[in-house]
């Protein structure tokens, strides 16, 4: 799976949106872009995924760059609730037959959302 | 709620003990994975079960074991326990093998004293 790299941390405003980076400039053409979040030593969370395309769901949205190097995880309107540590992971998911479900997980972006 | 159970939420053994991890993943879901947390690796992957079979192995030590039932919940367990052991346990679980959206349990916090 190609490596991505995260800022360690970021703060952002209740109320703002959160833009969370990613570069994974080593990405392969199969290989997807995920995220997930861990708040406070609960099991993780899955966010979103995308493998070209914008993406938007009722968390976040994912814009990919058009040569797929990098990404940004966007929370809209951020809460404290969203403070956690978010992971970007970029991984294969099947290729000639072979399933890869395993995920990588980084050190991830601590994201402190503040009053 | 993820939707994925495991049991017992916290352990404490001592070293050289043996001990079991239990987990129930969403209903429907026929792939099992299990991560281990320390604070100097942070999450790690471990194990992968699809249907029964062992699909992909990380870096689980030969200590450790795992295996997936007839009614798909999986059990990990991790004999002669040492200090280092000694960390939070999660499984996922997924529809398919490829893991596409994996859900996690709460996990299981070991301390091995």
């Known amino acids: 799976d190609a490596k991505t790299t995260q800022p360690p941390s970021m703060d952002c405003a209740e109320g703002r949106a959160a833009n969370l980076p990613c570069n994974h400039s080593?990405?392969?053409?199969?290989?997807?872009v995920y995220w997930y979040r861990q708040i406070h030593s609960q099991g993780p969370q899955y966010i979103i995924h995308?493998?070209?395309n914008n993406e938007t769901n009722e968390m976040a949205s994912l814009i990919i760059t058009e040569d797929r190097k990098s990404s940004t995880l966007i929370l809209p309107h951020a809460t404290l609730r969203d403070t956690a540590v978010y992971y970007c992971?970029?991984?294969?998911?099947?290729?000639?037959?072979?399933?890869?479900?395993?995920?990588?997980f980084g050190q991830g972006t601590i994201l402190t959302v503040h009053p | 709620d993820s939707g994925v159970t495991q049991t017992p939420k916290h352990l404490i053994t001592a070293t050289g003990q043996r001990v079991t991890l239990r987990c129930s993943p969403r209903?429907?879901?026929?792939?099992v994975y299990w991560y281990q947390q320390s604070l100097d690796q942070g999450l790690q992957f471990l194990i992968h079960?699809?249907?029964?079979?062992?699909?992909a192995k990380g870096n689980i030590l030969e200590r450790f074991s795992a295996q997936q039932f007839p009614d798909l919940h999986s059990e990990l367990n991790l004999s002669s326990l040492e200090l280092g052991d000694s960390a939070l346990y999660f499984c996922?679980?997924?529809?398919?093998?490829?893991?596409?959206?994996?859900?996690f349990g709460q996990g299981t916090r070991l301390t091995v004293v």
């Open positions: 996922a679980s997924s529809v398919g093998q490829g893991g596409t959206e994996a859900f």
């Open positions: 080593t990405i392969s053409g199969n290989e997807y």
């Open positions: 995308g493998l070209k």
């Open positions: 992971i970029v991984r294969v998911v099947f290729v000639g037959g072979t399933s890869y479900g395993k995920l990588t």
């Open positions: 209903s429907g879901d026929l792939s």
């Open positions: 079960y699809y249907n029964g079979e062992e699909r």
